[in-house]
T-cell receptor, first 114, second 117 residues
Framework: DTGVSQDPRHKITKRGQNVTFRCDPISEHNRLYWYRQTLGQGPEFLTYFQNEAQLEKSRLLSDRFSAERPKGSFSTLEIQRTEQGDSAMYLC????????????FGDGTRLSIL | AQSVSQHNHHVILSEAASLELGCNYSYGGTVNLFWYVQYPGQHLQLLLKYFSGDPLVKGIKGFEAEFIKSKFSFNLRKPSVQWSDTAEYFCAVNVIYLGTSYGKLTFGQGTILTVHP
């Protein structure tokens, strides 16, 4: 079972730098989600794609954040001009387009801002 | 906006004890409900889900949950826990609007379960 794959697993960067994360969903899944999780909290929704279309964005997704899914397969999440408050675990999940199917999560990318 | 509340941040039990973790949500319409589990060092895994029908749902590893619509609750239970159940448990909700599931999950803050052998 090839699950949801995220790369890198860990990213350490200096404040002000740009970072990009990649997510490869389960191959037959056309829905892809990004969440952010900070210590002691549950995941918080960031954005959602159906195929290549970005259908919803949270208010948490400031102008410094951009997500793409250009061919409806893998997705990237870029954070520009990183800030201390961006330190978190970034989770990707995917699901099939069939109604009422659960989301499958990847291992996440842990971002640490120095 | 909907929210999910989990009653306990940290629960400590001995093996063979019974478990109940509380979850309440705030949305008056139709929802799908989930419990996810995160074992140490692993990704979130689906434990069980409720979409419709019988409000008592059974999941993996002997877990079950009961949906009580009048109480907006979806509590997780297990009659006898094992050391291997040590993990963090998350309740999550997504909203059904006009028959369509809008994919976004809203999670509770999680409950850490520690089971002593």
């Amino acid at each position: 079972d090839t699950g949801v794959s995220q790369d890198p697993r860990h990213k350490i960067t200096k404040r002000g730098q740009n970072v990009t994360f990649r997510c490869d969903p389960i191959s037959e899944h056309n829905r892809l989600y990004w969440y952010r999780q900070t210590l002691g909290q549950g995941p918080e929704f960031l954005t959602y794609f159906q195929n290549e279309a970005q259908l919803e964005k949270s208010r948490l997704l400031s102008d410094r954040f951009s997500a793409e899914r250009p061919k409806g397969s893998f997705s990237t999440l870029e954070i520009q001009r990183t800030e201390q408050g961006d330190s978190a675990m970034y989770l990707c999940a995917s699901s099939s387009g069939v109604s009422n199917q659960p989301q499958h999560f990847g291992d996440g990318t842990r971002l640490s801002i120095l | 906006a909907q929210s999910v509340s989990q009653h306990n941040h940290h629960v400590i039990l001995s093996e063979a004890a019974s478990l109940e973790l509380g979850c309440n949500y705030s949305y008056g319409g139709t929802v799908n409900l989930f419990w996810y589990v995160q074992y140490p060092g692993q990704h979130l895994q689906l434990l069980l889900k409720y979409f419709s029908g019988d409000p008592l749902v059974k999941g993996i590893k002997g877990f079950e949950a009961e949906f009580i619509k009048s109480k907006f609750s979806f509590n997780l239970r297990k009659p006898s826990v094992q050391w291997s159940d040590t993990a963090e448990y998350f309740c999550a909700v997504n909203v059904i609007y006009l028959g369509t599931s809008y994919g976004k999950l809203t999670f509770g803050q999680g409950t850490i379960l520690t089971v002593h052998p």
